[in-house]
């Protein structure tokens, strides 16, 4: 469904309009919309200490003097690519699109604030739950405040059969206290 809304909504304030939580489910994709209306996944535990999201900020070691200079040179050798290609047959047309939309994602005020759920006050993300899914769902508030159309935050193991009870009062309660607190 989030890949539909991606396809009508489209990226805003530079964010994807469909991301995920930490991974994608098995439900499928995108299929006929195109890939970009997949989801922008964000991996990782929000619950970590100092938890960044991989790719959306510049590696350490490169400055943004760095990659300005990356980008103009990939621009640069474009044009020269180009130069004896019309558009219509160049691969790359359509590859500039990911690219332009990752560098507006690194380069976003509004990405980077939504992704520091560390500036989250610690009675907020206490009231989540300091839990993976509690964490999940306290980031997926932050970047549908920041314009993202629609977040899924995925929560597995649910598939108990004679373990149910055991399994039930494992998963429910980070569940039952991040959505209270989401809603």
Known sequence: FGSVV??????????????????QSRSGGPNFLGAEHAPFIVGGDPNRKGFRVRDVVLPRNVSEGRARSRRELRASLDRLARMHEKEAQDPTVS??????????????????AAFDIDS?????????GRNQLGQRMLLA?????????FVTCYYGGWDHHSKIFDGLKKHMPPLDQG???LI
Not at 6 to 23: D, K, N, Q
Not at 120 to 128: D, F, I, P, S
Not at 141 to 149: C, D, K, T
């Open 6 to 23: 991606s396809h009508a909504r489209g990226v805003r304030a530079g964010l994807p309009a469909y991301m995920t939580l930490p991974r």
């Open 95 to 112: 590859f500039d699109s990911y690219y332009q939309q990752g560098i507006d994602l690194i380069t976003s005020p509004t990405a980077q």
């Open 120 to 128: 989250e006050a610690e009675k907020v993300r206490e009231r989540y």
């Open 141 to 149: 508030r932050r970047l549908v405040e920041a314009g993202v159309s």
């Open 179 to 181: 959505l209270a607190a």
